[in-house]
């Protein structure tokens, strides 16, 4: 690492209509560094380093690269300056192999007819003249479109040839890539690494990562440091835009802070230590101890016994995977993101075909009225002949003697009690009856859209979607919807211009809160949230821990699925390991240390590792 | 060198995505370019028959607004279509490409002819009709729902499917005529089973359209199932997410489609040409309608106003192109201008495009012993700041 600075920018602001996204940021980045861009959701980073990358303008300030101003206009200006961003939503073609979509836009060498011309023009000029000499001149003028033509159509046809020719930029910092693979056969970070190849094989000197770990798991973020270690040690400068504070940690050489648009300080790494960069990147003194209470009373909701689930492609995801959970704790879920998290949380929830296992939920109705939700009265009747119901005063119920009609009054009435908890096995159930029973789930998924929230409708309308079958109106209740969107918008601090904007226009954090809030605020019995907090802030991550605890002494059996193996260890009670769709290990959360999980998430993963070679 | 690097590339023209703030922006330009449409029509028409542009526009609006029976005739051939529009819409809605309804009607038609032929004889036209109306039903819902199974089922793609269904529609309708009157023109006529006049001929089926086109808004825009159709074609993922029968969605939003459908084929047979012809009797109305259910961004009020159009162009231009002995297909040219009009300025609405000066005199004022100064002008980076912001919104959809 030098001490001159490639990039140095002077004073930028920019602003979106009213919202100023950067304020009069000055900021330097070194030859042969590796900079971090520390900031909470919103705070700017990206937009900062998308005017470097020439997709935005910026109202105000220079850009100086080697000392030289310049303007970056477009993404072109920047390549032209050596600068290539990689965005956090990758822009690859699928149906592409790795090596088309590296070559895709690369301009062919110009050909111009007239130029050719003239050269064999002052050749044969220079030469002598003599009849042989205007035969060649001659017959290399008409080939010259020939020429022209075949220069176009010389494209390397043979895509193993063209993966070839790029081989030895993969090689040289160590990217473990099948050139030849169609993008669409990718996993996320595989296709990473194509955009990474792609800004190299520009030529690139300067590379921004936007939150380039947000969908890799713990072995691939290895991975993708020690290859931009390896570009580092080439003299290239690397920027991360990232807010999780370990990696920055160990990673990166010096640190910049934005905070709200500002540029607060930059720091060397080495001088620095976790909890004074998050001071810096919130603004105020933050706790980052998870307030955890012991279970009260926890008791089994749900029992999973040798559960097997196929994955879209007919393969065991969740082989034989037995646990239970309890009302009233955290079940965290670790695991190497898709060792089958996925399949078991989709599996419980009736989205995912069971091929077989029980999945028995303990309803708990004990000294509960029984309703005419989900049973019919001839159902109720045959229940009461088997000693389920007690009356308020606690007598058992048989309806001897009673008629239909009277049987309806005391079941409206809430004096039909139940004596036990209520076991109902869920394998045949379909996801809305599951969902109805009080068991949601909410899966946060890469794009946060699509699973769970429409984008292009509001936010009220996304609030509806779980409630708007209740009622026997042929017509959706939109007052419901409105008071819920209304009060997560004020308890969850989502920032939205109103409560009828799509939530395709939030940012990522402020759909997530919607989504998570909007499966908490449904009184759940069961609440599986899986990774609620990808991607969000230290303050907005609290939040939603936060929450989950709430639902935890509200009896409520929560799941929790996460990456971060610091947040499991505060958050949960227990924790369960999957590895290769079958589980590790369950452990005490209070007395398992990290290398103890971390151990138990590779335990069988020998297999895993050889095809990923 | 910055400056050579960039005057390099400039561009005169810049295409940037817009969102209008007030809606009423966006409807301006679409009622400018409705009248672009019309003056363009009028250019070509004075080309075509060197008449004057006011004896066009005399006979436009004469031939739709003339007489009482015109306007009658107005209405009532805006109903029709807007009944084939409503039909196709729930279907749009969810992202199903239904471009079937000709051959849904054509259906409904087919069903309701069938009725006629072998039960007119024996029963009378108080019995026959419900028959009627219940077997053009049932004869538009078996063509809505076979392709809607199949895409249920095995996911096949539906446009083709129903753009196929169409031609066997015609060919059956065809092979049925030629069975029940062997010897005719290819025209079959009835004399039974003629939809009583509330009114004049006209105003019982604007009502039903109408109706149902109030119907159909309703139940779209508040009812649980519009709701539903809703989630299934913004997000079919989501859809399975909260517990939607995804299948059960499609196929009960093409039964509905299929009634609407053996409506409007009903009313055509019964009420309006009281004869079936493979072609004649839904004229390309089921194609038609396509665009004015796009046109109105599938809200069935709006749907009012553009099927009216429609027609009004249709009729309009039609009286003129009698009077100058233009042929029967001048209407058509008319109408496929009024569409191109329409459809293009959704462009405008959608994308802004700004004109950049060519800054060769802010360029030459530059001092060059300033090498630190700004290279561009103030001004053109105030536009270019501009059309970034539109950008950034262009780039969240």
């Not at chain 1, 009828?500 to 809030?517: A, D, E, F, I, Y």
């Not at chain 2, 309701?112 to 024996?122: D, R």
């Not at chain 2, 009313?267 to 012809?277: D, I, P």
Request: net charge positive.
């Amino acid at each position: 690492m030098s001490n001159t600075p490639v990039i140095k920018l002077k004073g930028i602001s920019k602003s979106f209509g009213e919202v100023k996204a950067n304020q009069n940021v000055d900021l330097e980045i070194m030859e042969g560094e590796i900079l971090s861009i520390l900031g909470e959701n919103g705070s700017g980073k990206t937009t900062l380093m998308n005017m470097i990358a020439g997709i935005y303008y910026p109202d105000e300030g220079e850009i100086f690269i080697k000392g030289k101003k310049v303007t970056i206009a477009s993404p072109k200006d920047a390549f032209a300056n050596k600068i290539g961003m990689i965005h956090q939503h990758f822009k690859l073609v699928d149906v592409f192999t790795a090596a088309d979509n590296v070559i895709l836009g690369e301009e062919m060498p110009r050909y111009s007819i007239a130029k050719e011309y003239r050269a064999a023009k002052e050749k044969y000029n220079a030469s002598q003249k003599k009849a042989k000499d205007f035969c060649v001149f001659a017959l290399r003028t008409i080939a010259l479109p020939f020429i022209k033509l075949g220069k176009k159509i010389a494209f390397n046809h043979l895509s193993g040839a063209r993966a070839k020719s790029l081989q030895p930029i993969a090689d040289k910092y160590g990217f473990k890539i099948k050139l030849t693979k169609k993008i669409y056969d990718m996993s996320v970070s595989e296709k990473q690494t194509v955009e990474i190849i792609k800004v190299l094989y520009r030529g690139v000197d300067i590379l921004i990562l936007d939150e380039p770990t947000a969908v890799l798991t713990p072995q691939e973020i290895k991975t993708l440091f020690a290859v931009l270690r390896e570009m580092k040690k080439d003299g290239k400068s690397i920027v991360i835009i990232t807010h999780k504070l370990n990696e920055v940690m160990e990673i990166s050489d010096r640190v910049a802070v934005l905070r709200k648009g500002e540029h607060i300080a930059t720091v060397k790494t080495s001088e620095t230590n976790e909890k004074a960069l998050a001071d810096m990147m919130v603004g105020k003194k933050l706790d980052l101890n998870i307030d955890r209470k012991d279970p009260v009373d926890p008791k089994v909701r749900l029992e999973v016994r040798n559960l097997t689930v196929l994955n879209s492609d007919g393969l065991k995801a969740i082989d034989d995977v037995s646990f239970d959970i309890n009302g009233g704790e955290i079940l965290g879920i670790a695991g190497i993101s898709g060792n089958g998290q996925k399949e078991l949380l989709e599996g419980i929830a009736g989205l995912q075909k069971k091929e077989s296992g029980d999945i028995i939920f303990h309803n708990p109705k004990k000294d509960k009225p029984v309703t005419f939700f989900h049973k019919t009265l001839r159902k109720i009747k045959k229940m009461a002949e088997e000693g389920f119901f007690h009356d308020p005063d606690g007598k058992k119920w048989d309806f001897k003697g009673l008629s239909n009609k009277e049987i309806t009054r005391l079941v409206n009435e809430e004096k039909v009690l139940f004596y036990e908890d209520e076991i109902i096995d869920l394998r045949h159930r379909t996801p809305r009856e599951i969902q109805e029973l009080g068991i949601k789930l909410s899966f946060v998924p890469e794009d946060r859209l699509n699973m769970g929230l429409v984008g292009n409708m509001s936010i009220i309308d996304n609030m509806a979607l779980r409630s708007y079958r209740k009622g026997k109106s042929v017509f959706v209740n939109k007052k419901r919807p409105k008071n819920l969107a209304d009060k997560i918008i004020d308890e969850l601090e989502v920032v939205t211009p109103s409560d009828m904007t799509p939530v395709r226009r939030l940012s990522g954090g402020n759909v997530q809160k919607v989504l998570v809030g909007r499966e908490i605020s449904s009184s759940p019995k069961v609440l599986m949230a899986a990774y609620p907090v990808r991607g969000l802030d230290i303050n907005s991550s609290y939040l939603i821990y936060n929450l989950l605890n709430q639902q935890k002494e509200k009896n409520v059996a929560v799941v929790y699925v996460g990456e971060d193996l610091d947040v499991l260890l505060g958050l949960c009670d227990r924790i369960l390991v999957l590895c290769g769709g079958k589980v590790s290990g369950i452990v005490d959360a209070r007395k398992v240390t990290k290398e103890e999980v971390g151990l138990l998430m590779t335990r069988h993963s020998d297999n895993t590792e050889v095809n990923d070679d | 060198m910055t400056n050579e690097s960039k005057s390099g590339r400039e561009r005169l023209l810049h295409i940037t995505k817009r969102e209008f703030s007030q809606k009423w922006k966006a409807y301006a330009v679409r009622a400018v370019a409705f009248l672009l449409a019309i003056l363009i029509c009028g250019i070509v028409s004075t080309i075509l028959t060197k008449k004057s542009m006011g004896r066009f526009f005399y006979d436009l609006f004469d031939g739709a607004f003339g007489t009482e029976r015109r306007l009658w005739d107005l209405f009532h051939n805006t109903a029709l279509l807007l009944l084939v529009a409503l039909a196709v819409t729930p279907a749009f809605k969810m992202k199903f490409w239904n471009i079937g309804a000709e051959g849904q009607v054509l259906m409904g038609a087919l069903a309701c002819s069938a009725c006629i032929q072998y039960f007119g004889k024996t029963l009378s036209d108080g019995a026959l009709i419900p028959v009627m109306l219940l077997a053009s039903m049932a004869g538009g819902v078996i063509w809505a729902v076979i392709p809607a199974l199949f895409k249920a089922k095995w996911n096949t793609n539906e446009t083709l499917f129903t753009l196929m269904m169409n031609y066997i529609a015609t060919c059956f309708t065809a092979y049925c005529i030629a069975v029940w009157a062997p010897l005719g023109s290819g025209t079959l006529t009835f004399k039974l089973g003629h939809l009583p006049e509330v009114g004049n001929q006209f105003l019982l089926k604007i009502l039903v359209a109408v109706a149902l086109m109030v119907f159909l808004f309703v139940y779209l825009r508040y009812s649980k199932h519009g709701y539903e159709i809703n989630v299934v074609g913004e997000s079919e993922r989501t859809a399975k997410y909260v517990g939607i029968n995804v299948k059960k969605v499609i196929i009960r939003t093409m039964i509905l489609c299929g009634i609407l459908c053996g409506i409007a084929g009903f009313l055509l047979v019964s009420g309006t040409h009281h004869a079936l012809h493979k072609t004649d009797t839904v004229a390309g109305r089921g194609f038609t309608a396509i665009l004015v259910s796009w046109l109105a961004k599938f809200n069935p009020l709006t749907m009012g106003l553009t099927a009216f159009l429609v027609v009004f162009i249709q009729k309009g231009t039609g009286q003129f192109s009698t009077l100058s002995g233009l042929g029967a297909s001048y209407p058509d040219v008319m109408t496929g201008i009024f569409f191109i009009m329409i459809i293009s300025c959704e462009f405008f609405i959608n994308y802004k495009v700004v004109f950049k000066k060519r800054s060769k005199k802010t360029e030459a004022k530059i001092e060059p012993p300033a090498p630190e100064a700004a290279p561009s002008a103030e001004e053109e980076n105030v536009e270019r700041i501009e059309t970034l912001d539109q950008t950034e919104t262009g780039g969240e959809e």
